[in-house]
């Protein structure tokens, strides 16, 4: 029992040595504060999409077949002007409880957490003003925007056709 006791007390520590860890007594779940147990913390960017995003989009940027997949796919929306601006004023995201700063900081590390490779080369950071200001132009139909996005990126020769971008709910039906 003794070694147990000791295991918990210190193996987890030992374990993360190096790791930003939560206070134990911060955390809501009774069982972490009894034990005293030592969270990783995670970066406030992550916080921030964790928070406003992840629920949908999934911690790793993709879950469900109905909402469209970051993973793998959002930096190509940075080839073309339109599909910059549309990352930003796609209503979860321009509706975003998060400051311009702030949001531009997330979107960032999500093109770079998610989807490097298909990120336009020589990527310009969104900066917290372009935010600002694209944000202020809230879209009027999402479902056409994405549309007329995805035929420029086509056009384009980023992607070979739409179903590179397609997700399951047909547009039209939400
Ligand atoms: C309630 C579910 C939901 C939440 C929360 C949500 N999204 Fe989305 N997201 C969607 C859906 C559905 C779409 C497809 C466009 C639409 O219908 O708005 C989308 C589209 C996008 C796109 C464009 C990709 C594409 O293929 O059209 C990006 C980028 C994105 N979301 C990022 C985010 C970020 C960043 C957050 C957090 C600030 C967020 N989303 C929160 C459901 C969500």
């Not at 080839?79 to 995201?93: C, D, I, K, S, W």
């Not at 990527?123 to 809230?138: G, I, K, N, T």
Request: hydrophobic share 40%; net charge negative; with cysteine.
């Amino acid at each position: 029992m003794a070694s147990f006791a000791l295991a918990i007390s210190f193996g987890l520590p030992l374990a993360w040595a190096g790791t930003p860890t939560v206070e134990p007594e911060t955390v809501p779940d009774v069982l972490i504060r009894q034990h005293g147990t030592r969270l990783p913390k995670v970066a406030p960017v992550e916080e921030d999409y964790a928070r406003n995003c992840q629920g949908c989009h999934g911690h790793e940027g993709h879950s469900v077949t109905e909402v469209p997949r970051l993973q793998g796919r959002a930096g190509w929306f940075t080839h073309t002007r339109e599909g910059r601006a549309y990352l930003v004023q796609v209503p979860n995201v321009q509706q975003a409880a998060l400051s311009d700063e702030r949001l531009a900081t997330m979107l960032n590390w999500l093109l770079a957490q998610f989807s490097s490779e298909q990120l336009k080369p020589g990527f310009e950071p969104y900066s917290a003003a372009e935010v600002h200001a694209l944000r202020a132009q809230p879209l009027e139909s999402v479902i056409a925007r994405r549309r007329e996005v995805i035929d420029g990126l086509v056009r384009a020769g980023v992607i070979p056709d739409a179903t590179a971008l397609a997700f399951s709910l047909e547009p039209g039906r939400y």
